[in-house]
């Protein structure tokens, strides 16, 4: 068995697996939360240093604005800058990596992040986005984040990590490329498929890099590439970047999601499981009151620190309604609902029928399954509810 299979080996262990048990205080476990310390550094190195097996980004580590940003972040404060985002993103990336997988998405997206947000699930742009991937309200709604009074799944890193990576995903299957993908992802969809059409009308190579030379994308957008390859470059060829070297200050970090059943104070809980408050908000960064939301269609998971899970499990049990025993059946018949019969006149809308019978026409509508509003027609006879 070679490194490379070495390495791949290495990675599916320290990534793990997904799964839930939905049925009630039963944890959804993530196990992929867990890096496992490796003595051989090289080995342990490869959770960061897979993508450079198969690197997407190392043709372009020649062009100019590209290596303009290599020697940007390899000075003191670049440097600084990528190693606090990587010990941000300590217990969140074998996650990260194995919805990579999943998606079948390149490992160095791994890096986005870091371009991001820096991996603060708090980060908010001037433009108002929100969260460690940086999403639009507008952006955020169709990849299912709920953003209401009491959660903005935009800084919840689990949610937002599978939203962000559908995203990316359909991006590159609209484009048909990476980086084009990854351009759309900072500005816009439309943006860059019109200026795409605009190189394929003129018959030039219509990629990233030929917008670039012809200025086509706005000044953000034309460095947000670069950017991201010089920061994926640099994370390759530093060990000081390893999980082994970043992980002194994250002794445990791994997590547990419990289902919750309700409204539940976190400062308490918190409290009574005997985990940090700080610690405790950010890891459920995307809670915006200090209480878990009241049940809903879609159900929030509390992240704890796996060293707290039984004692989060007992606390939590005691907010899990008792099952109510099943009512007996009534033999009485529900009423069924009363209707009168009209047939339609000459000249007769369903707007005038409804006003002349004060109600709604859609409560004509509903109470004749097939009609057509705008088909009605002499002799029609049409069942109005009363």
Excluded: C
């Excluded at 919840?156 to 990476?178: M, Q, S």
């Excluded at 991201?228 to 994250?250: M, V, Y």
Aim: aromatic residues 12%; positive net charge.
């Amino acid at each position: 068995m070679n490194k490379i299979h070495w390495i791949f080996a290495y990675l599916f262990i320290a990534v793990g697996h997904l799964w839930a048990v939905p049925l009630g205080m039963q944890p959804m476990k993530i196990q992929a939360l867990r890096l496992e310390y490796v003595d051989d550094i090289d080995l342990a190195s490869s959770v960061f240093r897979l993508a450079s097996t198969a690197s997407y980004s190392r043709p372009y580590l020649r062009h100019r604005e590209v290596r303009r940003y290599i020697r940007y972040f390899r000075r003191k404060p670049g440097i600084r800058f990528i190693r606090e985002s990587l010990e941000r993103a300590m217990p969140y990336i074998p996650y990260i990596m194995r919805k990579l997988e999943e998606y079948d998405l390149p490992y160095e997206l791994l890096y986005l992040p870091i371009l991001e947000s820096g991996y603060r699930l708090h980060a908010i742009s001037p433009a108002k986005a929100v969260g460690p991937w940086q999403f639009m309200y507008t952006s955020a709604l169709p990849y299912g984040l709920v953003i209401d009074d009491w959660r903005d799944d935009r800084r919840d890193i689990v949610n937002a990590t599978d939203a962000a990576l559908r995203k990316i995903r359909d991006e590159i299957r609209v484009t048909g490329d990476l980086w084009l993908s990854l351009a759309a992802y900072n500005g816009g969809l439309t943006r860059v498929m019109r200026a795409k059409k605009e190189l394929e009308s003129m018959g030039m190579r219509a990629d990233f890099w030929a917008m670039f030379e012809n200025d086509m994308l706005p000044r953000e957008t034309m460095a947000y590439v670069p950017k991201f390859i010089a920061i994926s470059h640099i994370i390759r060829e530093n060990l000081q970047f390893s999980p082994n070297a970043l992980r002194k200050n994250h002794a445990d970090e791994s997590l547990v999601l419990l289902r919750s059943p309700g409204k539940i104070n976190l400062v308490d809980f918190a409290d009574s499981i005997g985990v940090d408050q700080s610690r405790f908000f950010t890891l459920n960064a995307g809670l915006i009151r200090g209480h878990t939301p009241p049940p809903s269609k879609k159900a929030y998971y509390i992240k704890v620190p796996v060293y707290a899970e039984d004692a989060a499990r007992d606390y939590l049990a005691r907010f899990v309604p008792k099952a109510q025993p099943k009512p007996k059946a009534k033999s009485i018949a529900a009423p069924k609902p009363a209707y009168r019969t009209y047939v339609v006149r000459r000249g007769d809308t369903l707007i005038a029928i409804s006003r002349r019978y004060k109600i709604h026409q859609s409560r004509i509508v509903r109470a004749n399954p097939g009609l057509r509003p705008s088909r009605i027609y002499p002799g029609q006879k049409i069942r109005i509810p009363v």
